[in-house]
């Protein structure tokens, strides 16, 4: 089983739509969980941490679910500019982020 | 936020050619960077944890002695990619951690898309 699972997509959505995406992390252990933004052909940027009340940020909503081991991510309103792939991470005790394989957003005019 | 710098962006090599990737932590002494590879349409794979002052901690399946890392300096590590093959072409990002606030952050250099040909 992989560390973390996600479902790679594609999810085609009209602008305005609600998008969830959600990712699940076998590792009991793991200590912190984020969310990524990567356009195509650039590096990932951190679109924002994963705290355990939940946390959002604008549109954004991140939730974290310890007993079942998964952290989902909500884009309310979707805009064109939300098109890009979302990446999971989940950092172990090592301190090495593990990335799930990316879920590819389009968001449809 | 802290900022990491790597280059080339991208590169274009022969067959049986070494390719020479460099990341550098600018504004923050980083001890530890990790080494990514990403291929087409999938995730960031891990290959190698890079520790300043001693050897790299490559993951299965990662051939230590087909890709070089050093890492000299507290803001400085490289990616040797020795007698690059085709299968070798990939996407390879470095990433650094940093205080920010009370989380670890994981900064990401802007890529470098390889292609042996």
């Known amino acids: 089983r992989k560390e973390v699972e996600q479902d790679p997509g594609p999810f085609n959505v009209p602008e305005g739509a609600t998008v969830a995406f959600n990712c699940t992390y076998s590792n009991s252990a793991s200590q912190s969980f984020f969310w990524y933004r990567q356009d195509c052909r650039k590096e990932p940027k951190l679109l924002m941490s994963?705290?355990?009340s939940g946390n959002e940020d604008g549109r954004f909503t991140a939730q974290l679910n310890r007993a079942s081991q998964y952290i989902s991510l909500l884009i309310r309103d979707s805009k064109l500019s939300d098109s890009a792939t979302y990446l999971c991470a989940v950092q172990s005790s090592a301190r090495q982020l593990t990335f799930g394989s990316g879920t590819q957003l389009t968001v449809l005019p | 936020g802290a900022v990491v710098s790597q280059h080339p962006s991208w590169v274009i090599c022969k067959s049986g050619t070494s390719v020479k990737i460099e990341c550098r932590s600018l504004d923050f002494q980083a001890t530890t960077m990790f080494w990514y590879r990403q291929f087409p349409k999938q995730s960031l794979m891990l290959m190698a944890t890079s520790n300043e002052g001693s050897k790299a901690t490559y993951e299965q399946g990662v051939e230590k002695d087909k890709f070089l890392i050093n890492h000299a300096s507290l803001t400085l590590s490289t990616l040797t990619v020795t007698s690059a093959h085709p299968e070798d072409s990939s996407f390879y990002i470095c990433s650094a951690r940093a205080q920010s606030g009370v989380l670890l952050e994981a900064f990401f250099g802007q890529g470098t898309r390889l292609t042996v040909v």
């Open positions: 994963v705290y355990s």
